[in-house]
Nanobody, 113 residues
Framework: VQLQASGGGLVQPGGSLRLSCKAS????????MAWYRQAPGNQRELVAL???????NYGDSVKGRFTISRDNAKYTVYLQMNSLSPEDTAVYYC????????WGQGTLVTVSS
């Protein structure tokens, strides 16, 4: 199983980024997908999730700014991040779970002027 995250980088405050996570080795349509993040010195926290049935949930700090979506045909989950602030700086991890739990390698997002 592989979860390949991409799209991180350096962005100015107020800017946008879109993260992608392409899955392989799983039946993607059966899996719930999520994005987590971990900033230095902090615990990993849930950013957003989308169940296999399409139900979504967001962490309180990103509600109204971030949007999770998935393309089942492409085995890919996305995280559209708008109105970014320095507090969003973290390594973002893709997660797939059903009966088993899988993690991607993480992609770094840095929000700084």
């Amino acid at each position: 199983v592989q979860l390949q995250a991409s799209g991180g980088g350096l962005v100015q405050p107020g800017g946008s980024l879109r993260l992608s996570c392409k899955a392989s080795g799983i039946t993607f349509t059966l899996y719930n997908m999520a994005w987590y993040r971990q900033a230095p010195g902090n615990q990993r926290e849930l950013v957003a999730l989308m169940t296999s049935g399409g139900r979504v949930n967001y962490g309180d700090s990103v509600k109204g700014r971030f949007t999770i979506s998935r393309d089942n045909a492409k085995y890919t989950v996305y995280l559209q991040m708008n109105s970014l602030s320095p507090e969003d700086t973290a390594v973002y991890y893709c997660n797939a779970w059903r009966n088993s739990d899988y993690w991607g390698q993480g992609t770094l997002v840095t929000v700084s002027s």
